[in-house]
């Protein structure tokens, strides 16, 4: 099984750091799917390598001199990570509340809502207005919410990040996507930092975590080699592929968590 897990964390990171996803919205339903791991494993697993894939992933964007709004992304960068470790804490206390089933499969269903909204936006973007935010502290309310989705369904962000940018800050998708990833590097990071430094890393079957985050660096360098080299168009094309699964994959983890309550 440890092929299986680390080709999960090189294919998803690879396409999550091309458009911005991030990787943790295709790792964290496969893992659902596989069914090895508990909700509170397979959050840390899928934060640990999507971490990795942003470290990795922003090295090469300032290698390749990418251009962004340096305030605007450090102020969204700052409130994810407070987002990023409230979603967590709020996570834990409902896990600690109610039976870990209940929790994946609200996961499920609003990270399924999220990309249906996602899909339907990012393929009408012409029917809706987006905006120009600069208000500084706007830019960090949106990254606190960010972050704080990111976390919470343990995806880091992805979709639902590039979509947000857009809307917002009228971003094209390969800027959306370079600034998704460094909002998921700011809260991924502090989400970790928060569990290692409370919780503790003992608690959690990590076996198979060198073998994810060896997949997301990998993924990290080819992703963002793709996302220089692609047009925006093609961007989008991939992106719109990869959320009918995802769409597919949750209404499936949503359906087989649903049989396991009844049961």
Same mark, same amino acid.
Not at 98 to 107: D, G, I, P, R, S
Not at 202 to 218: D, E, K, Q, R, T
Not at 233 to 244: A, D, H, P, S, T
């Given at each position: 099984?440890?092929? @299986?897990?680390?080709?999960?964390?090189? @294919?998803?990171?690879t396409v999550g750091s091309m458009v911005g996803l991030g990787g943790g919205v295709i790792i964290k339903p496969l893992l659902d799917f596989l069914g090895q791991y508990n909700v509170s494993t397979i959050s840390v697993l899928s934060s640990a390598t999507v971490f990795a894939m942003?470290? $990795?992933s922003i090295i090469k964007q300032i290698r390749y001199k990418f251009k962004i709004d340096v305030k605007r992304t450090v102020l969204i960068g700052t409130g994810s990570v407070i987002g990023g470790v409230l979603?967590?804490? &709020?996570?834990?206390? &409902?896990?600690? !509340?109610?039976? +870990? +089933?209940?929790?994946?499969?609200?996961?499920?269903i609003i990270l399924a809502?999220? &990309?249906i909204f996602v899909?339907?936006?990012?393929?009408?973007?012409?029917?809706?207005k987006s905006y120009r935010i600069k208000n500084l502290f706007y830019c960090m309310i949106i990254g606190l919410f960010l972050g704080f989705l990111g976390s919470f369904l343990s995806v880091g962000g992805g979709p639902i990040n590039v979509c947000i940018l857009i809307i917002f800050f009228s971003m094209d998708t390969k800027e959306a996507a370079v600034n998704s990833i460094i909002t998921i590097l700011f809260s991924q990071g502090a989400k970790l930092i928060k569990i290692i430094?409370?919780?503790?890393?003992?608690?959690?079957?990590?076996?198979?975590?060198?073998?994810?985050? !060896?997949?997301?660096? @990998?993924g990290g360098i080819c992703g963002t080699k793709l996302n220089k080299t692609l047009s925006s168009?093609? &961007?989008?094309? $991939?992106?719109? $592929?990869?959320?009918?699964f995802l769409i597919l994959l949750n209404i499936y983890?949503? $359906?087989?968590? +649903?049989?396991?309550?009844?049961?």
């Open positions: 099984m440890t092929i @299986i897990y680390f080709l999960i964390a090189l @294919i998803a990171t942003s470290v $990795v979603g967590d804490s &709020i996570m834990h206390i &409902i896990l600690n !509340a109610t039976n +870990e +089933e209940y929790v994946a499969l609200f996961q499920n809502l999220l &990309i899909y339907v936006y990012m393929n009408n973007m012409d029917k809706y430094t409370t919780i503790g890393l003992y608690s959690y079957n990590l076996n198979i975590l060198p073998y994810m985050i !060896a997949g997301g660096v @990998i168009n093609m &961007i989008l094309r $991939v992106f719109n $592929v990869l959320l009918l983890n949503i $359906v087989k968590i +649903e049989k396991i309550l009844i049961s």
